[in-house]
T-cell receptor
Framework: GAGVSQSPSNKVTEKGKDVELRCDPISGHTALYWYRQSLGQGLEFLIYFQGNSAPDKSGLPSDRFSAERTGGSVSTLTIQRTQQEDSAVYLC???????????????FGPGTRLTVL | AQKITQTQPGMFVQEKEAVTLDCTYDTSDPSYGLFWYKQPSSGEMIFLIYQGSYDQQNATEGRYSLNFQKARKSANLVISASQLGDSAMYFCAMREGEGTNAGKSTFGDGTTLTVKP
């Protein structure tokens, strides 16, 4: 079956513009995660969805960042008024379950490389 | 306090030898999962191995094994018979299953492994 997909794969934008990043999780996966990875660094947790709700938004770096998930499937991460420090690879992952019960692995998408000029 | 600590920024190993990548974690949640991922230079995140907090035996997957020492809160990855294709960044991660952090995943800063011919 299809894995996690993300679009676009690359995005170059000008400082101050808004961008939308999309994630299509594996069908049936209820948990969805967004991470940010700066060059040569580890993964920084941004937000986690269980179904359509986000129990944990603590990782969002500022109010310029927001995310939503509709229909328990596709998720969109929006960055408003982009800054140069937002440049990174944004990774999405999905998992059969998030909280509670057996703890499953996360399946990662290929990421979106965002460059803010 | 950092929840996942990988103390080795870089490691070298001779081809065909075994190597251990260190990982220690911190949690008060009795239910948690520990994961190792490989990230080659292409950027994709590849799941390697999983250990549940209630598992009695150490996890093994082919050449990968997880040395789980619960009392010491360590979850070291052992790669046996290293191959040139094992050269990559390796991340240790934890997901807590209950309590306020349920579902959220935390990643370490990673260890860069270089396999020498």
């Amino acid at each position: 079956g299809a894995g996690v997909s993300q679009s676009p794969s690359n995005k170059v934008t000008e400082k101050g513009k808004d961008v939308e990043l999309r994630c299509d999780p594996i069908s049936g996966h209820t948990a969805l995660y967004w991470y940010r990875q700066s060059l040569g660094q580890g993964l920084e947790f941004l937000i986690y969805f269980q179904g359509n709700s986000a129990p944990d938004k603590s990782g969002l770096p500022s109010d310029r960042f927001s995310a939503e998930r509709t229909g328990g499937s596709v998720s969109t991460l929006t960055i408003q008024r982009t800054q140069q420090e937002d440049s990174a690879v944004y990774l999405c992952a999905s998992s059969p379950r998030g909280a509670g019960g057996p703890l499953y692995e996360q399946f990662f998408g290929p990421g979106t490389r965002l460059t803010v000029l | 306090a950092q929840k996942i600590t990988q103390t080795q920024p870089g490691m070298f190993v001779q081809e065909k030898e075994a190597v251990t990548l260190d990982c220690t974690y911190d949690t008060s949640d009795p239910s948690y999962g520990l994961f190792w991922y490989k990230q080659p230079s292409s950027g994709e995140m590849i799941f390697l191995i999983y250990q549940g907090s209630y598992d009695q035996q150490n996890a093994t997957e082919g050449r990968y094994s997880l040395n789980f020492q619960k009392a010491r809160k360590s979850a070291n990855l052992v790669i046996s018979a290293s191959q040139l294709g094992d050269s990559a960044m390796y991340f240790c991660a934890m997901r807590e299953g209950e309590g306020t952090n349920a579902g959220k995943s935390t990643f370490g800063d990673g260890t860069t492994l270089t396999v020498k011919p």
